[in-house]
T-cell receptor, first 114, second 110 residues
Framework: DVKVTQSSRYLVKRTGEKVFLECVQD?????MFWYRQDPGLGLRLIYF???????EKGDIPEGYSVSREKKERFSLILESASTNQTSMYLC?????????????FGPGTRLTVT | KQEVTQIPAALSVPEGENLVLNCSFT??????LQWFRQDPGKGLTSLLL?????REQTSGRLNASLDKSSGRSTLYIAASQPGDSATYLC?????????FGTGTSLTVIP
């Protein structure tokens, strides 16, 4: 079974802090994704990566950056956390190619910025 | 830009009833469509994946259909059970990224 893990289930940070959200997958998938999920807005893509050291902006990259130094690990960074970044953050991975393949999701990180 | 809509936003049915969840998308140029289940506060669990060349997929009591030309997919749940209560999301893969609907929240009443 594919397993996608996220470093924290719940996280509380203060405004202005630098925040790291970690995602690890164990199936050697090339593609990894970061989404945020908000009520009424659904899932929105922040960043994705097709390979190590590669990254592409999604629909809402502002205020975020990412790092992919190893194939299995994709980190989301909030350079200076703000209250409007309070949300559920979901990481996903999928095999390479332009699909016919499923996305597999981690359990999510509920981030609260106070 | 691809837009994905799910109707209804919420649905409540008595146990044992058969039900249909709807998903529509604006651009028919998709590679596949995936249905997910999400329990409160949890991540997404994949239920079914329909490739663009397929018309339906089945898994147990679940059957998903895809009509690419009309931009529609349905998820049919047979003989619903209280354990089916969750939010169901559909997502389309355009080759560049996945686009998600906002989900249908299903409650199955015992």
């Amino acid at each position: 079974d594919v397993k996608v893990t996220q470093s924290s289930r719940y996280l509380v940070k203060r405004t202005g802090e630098k925040v790291f959200l970690e995602c690890v997958q164990d199936m050697d998938h090339e593609n990894m994704f970061w989404y945020r999920q908000d009520p009424g807005l659904g899932l929105r893509l922040i960043y994705f990566s097709y390979d190590v050291k590669m990254k592409e902006k999604g629909d809402i990259p502002e205020g975020y950056s990412v790092s992919r130094e190893k194939k299995e690990r994709f980190s989301l960074i909030l350079e200076s956390a703000s209250t409007n970044q309070t949300s559920m953050y979901l990481c996903a991975s999928s095999p390479s190619g332009t699909s016919y393949y499923e996305q597999y999701f981690g359990p999510g990180t509920r981030l609260t910025v106070t | 830009k691809q837009e994905v809509t799910q109707i209804p936003a919420a649905l409540s049915v008595p146990e044992g009833e058969n039900l249909v969840l709807n998903c529509s998308f604006t651009d028919s140029a998709i590679y596949n469509l995936q249905w997910f289940r999400q329990d409160p506060g949890k991540g997404l669990t994949s239920l079914l994946l329909i490739q663009s060349s397929q018309r339906e997929q089945t898994s147990g009591r679940l059957n998903a259909s895809l009509d690419k030309s009309s931009g529609r997919s349905t998820l049919y749940i047979a003989a619903s059970q209280p354990g089916d209560s969750a939010t169901y999301l559909c997502a389309v893969d355009t080759g560049n990224q996945f686009y998600f609907g906002t989900g249908t929240s299903l409650t199955v009443i015992p």
